[in-house]
């Protein structure tokens, strides 16, 4: 009689093969959760992970990526290592100021070519004058050239091309000066740009000239008149008598700019020091230094004559042919300028004081009237600048400025607020780096990738026997 063992049944091949898979799925997901959370366990313990460095690439200056990389760098102490073929936007730069204060590592490679690229525009202290525009042109590598290219809102100004054989190695400066500018102003060489407002003259004051009448005063005031100032006099022929240029009023910062002081005589110190601490300027030309009034708040003291070199006006130094005052400068008062002197030393010719919220300026010279009168075909032109220059000492605030366009403060030398926010540039990538590329998709983090493959292989399995009608 058969046995019951005889009539077991045998399994059928494909069952046995499902069974082997099943197998295999529970312990592949065994497996990657083991490695999950072993990874995971690892990369929050408290012992310190050695540190590398990961490549941040910029597809663009955007702010987005460098947001993306400083939420993965938060918790790694990876250095993020930037390749930079362009100066970042003034908001990029920001953010990676903020990363290095974070205590973020972050270095970057400079293959930008814009290293000393920046821009200043100036606009004169004389009205109707025209603005002053320098760039420091950036140097460009061995055997390369590029163009530089200065434009405004009305289009382009200038462009000039730059080699490595002209800068040399250091930047070069060039300047330009025009007429009228529309804001916003840009200086572009290579990837890189500077960008600068215009600052736009408020409506001119007006300026006093107080003085003997004589060649100087007559010139002095032609001079300024010619830059465009406003002028008014007072011109003493007596104590108690005056010719007036204009209609000189009551000092007042609301109406004058500065006042001119140009002969030795009596004048209301209080009202000038009244005026000069409320914002106003003072300009003390040659024998105005020996006001007794006025010596004790000037920049300078004038002691003797220094005697002028004959025909002196006639050479490319015309100021050696002027009679100056030798000047003590105090301790709390600044030197301007210094003319070659007949001692054979530079001798100090202008100072400068603040006194409240002006300032008084001190000019050594005499007579300056020589100067346009005696003097070759530029005297003229040269005299007019000196005075202009004199002017626009005692007016150290210039005139009123309007941003018709936001302006960041480092976009006027970007490369160095870069170097400001970021540190100074890696000359080459490290030798072992991981690549972090912010222009392309996203990287999955490993934990999560083998999370992901214990549950599909946990879900394949449970599928299977539940095709077979087991649990």
């Known amino acids: 009689m058969p046995s019951r063992a005889d009539h077991r049944e045998t399994p059928a091949p494909a069952a046995t093969h499902r069974s082997m898979l099943e197998a295999v799925c529970r312990v592949g997901a065994l497996v990657a959760l083991i490695a999950g959370a072993w990874l995971s366990w690892t990369a929050h313990r408290d012992t310190p992970r050695t540190a590398g460095s990961r490549v941040m690439r910029l597809a663009d200056s955007s702010l987005a990526p460098v947001v993306r990389e400083v939420r993965r760098a938060a918790s790694s102490p990876d250095t993020l290592v930037m390749p930079l073929t362009t100066v970042p936007r003034a908001a990029t730069r920001a953010a990676l100021g903020v990363m290095a204060h974070a205590g973020i590592p972050v270095r970057w490679v400079d293959s930008t070519g814009a290293a000393g690229l920046a821009l200043s525009i100036t606009h004169d202290a004389a009205p109707g004058a025209g603005f002053d525009i320098r760039v420091s042109v950036p140097v460009p590598s061995p055997g390369a050239s590029s163009t530089l290219s200065l434009r405004d809102a009305g289009g382009l100004l200038d462009s000039l091309s730059t080699d490595a054989r002209a800068s040399a190695h250091s930047p070069r400066l060039q300047a330009w000066r025009v007429a009228a500018l529309t804001a916003p102003v840009r200086a572009s060489s290579g990837n890189a740009e500077a960008l600068d407002t215009v600052a736009a003259a408020a409506p001119p004051k007006r300026l006093l000239v107080v003085a003997l009448p004589g060649w100087e005063s007559k010139f002095t005031i032609a001079a300024l008149e010619e830059l465009g100032w406003p002028v008014d006099g007072t011109l003493r022929t007596s104590p108690t008598g005056a010719v007036t240029v204009g209609t000189p009023q ?10 001119v002081i140009l002969d030795s005589m009596t004048v209301d110190a209080p009202a000038l020091l009244r005026f000069v601490r409320q914002g106003g300027g003072l300009v003390l030309s040659g024998d105005a230094l020996r006001i007794p009034e006025l010596a004790a708040h000037g920049p300078a003291r004038a002691f003797m004559v220094r005697n002028a070199t004959a025909g002196a006006l006639l050479t490319p130094t015309p100021r050696r042919g002027l009679e100056a005052w030798e000047l003590g400068v105090p301790l709390d008062a600044e030197v301007l300028l210094r003319d070659a002197g007949s001692h054979g030393h530079d001798e100090v010719i202008v100072a400068g004081r603040r006194i409240g919220a002006g300032r008084v300026v001190a000019s ?15 005297g003229i032109d040269e005299h007019r600048r000196w005075w202009s220059g004199l002017i626009a000492l005692v007016l150290p605030d ?26 100074q540039p890696l000359t080459a990538l490290p030798a072992r780096v991981s690549t972090s590329d912010t222009s392309r998709g996203f990287r999955l983090p490993v934990p999560a990738v083998l999370f992901g493959l214990a549950a599909l292989c946990l879900l394949g399995e449970w599928a299977s026997r539940r095709l077979r009608g087991l649990r």
């Open 250 to 259: 009551r000092l007042d910062t609301a109406r004058y700019a500065a006042v």
């Open 364 to 378: 050594g010279y005499r007579q300056l009237w020589r100067w346009r009168m005696e003097g070759t075909d530029d």
């Open 398 to 423: 210039g005139p009123s400025v309007r941003t018709p366009r936001a302006v960041w403060p480092g976009d006027v030398a970007p490369y160095a607020d870069l170097v400001a926010m970021a540190g």
